[in-house]
């Protein structure tokens, strides 16, 4: 397993930022969409702390800044399994479940 640097964090937050949007206006369920709502807000707070840091940093191995994002991996690890009946989108559940690797080796040693 290679290290995950600062960069390769913010690109996998980003597609995954992006992601969570598309859900949340795509679904009509008003659970699902607090679900999406919340894991957005999850993400973008430590996002932000991301953005504090200088280009130089981005070659640096990523560790969690913010430590309440470290419950988005579980709730994307509940999430996991019901993908396609929460995502209703193709490629939007496609998008999700593809980052989701990604997403859990970044939390790997900190979830």
Same mark, same amino acid.
């Given at each position: 397993?290679?290290?995950?640097?600062?960069? =390769?964090?913010?690109?996998? %937050? $980003? !597609?995954?930022?992006?992601? %969570?949007?598309?859900?949340?206006? /795509?679904?009509?369920?008003? =659970?699902?969409? =607090? @679900? #999406? #709502?919340?894991?957005?807000?999850? @993400?973008?707070?430590?996002? =932000? !702390?991301?953005?504090?840091? &200088?280009?130089?940093?981005?070659? $640096?191995? $990523? !560790?969690?800044?913010?430590?309440?994002?470290?419950? @988005?991996? *579980?709730?994307?690890?509940?999430? &996991?399994?019901?993908? /396609?009946?929460?995502?209703?989108?193709?490629?939007?559940?496609?998008? @999700?479940?593809?980052?989701?690797?990604?997403? #859990? /080796?970044? #939390? *790997?040693?900190?979830?």
């Amino acid at each position: 397993m290679t290290t995950k640097t600062v960069a =390769d964090a913010l690109h996998v %937050f $980003y !597609e995954l930022n992006s992601t %969570f949007a598309d859900a949340y206006w /795509e679904t009509n369920n008003i =659970d699902n969409k =607090d @679900l #999406f #709502f919340a894991m957005r807000s999850l @993400l973008q707070e430590e996002l =932000d !702390e991301l953005h504090k840091l &200088s280009m130089q940093d981005h070659i $640096y191995p $990523y !560790e969690p800044i913010n430590p309440s994002v470290l419950q @988005l991996s *579980g709730k994307l690890k509940s999430l &996991s399994p019901n993908i /396609e009946s929460i995502v209703l989108r193709t490629q939007t559940a496609n998008n @999700l479940s593809n980052l989701l690797p990604s997403v #859990f /080796e970044l #939390f *790997g040693s900190h979830a």
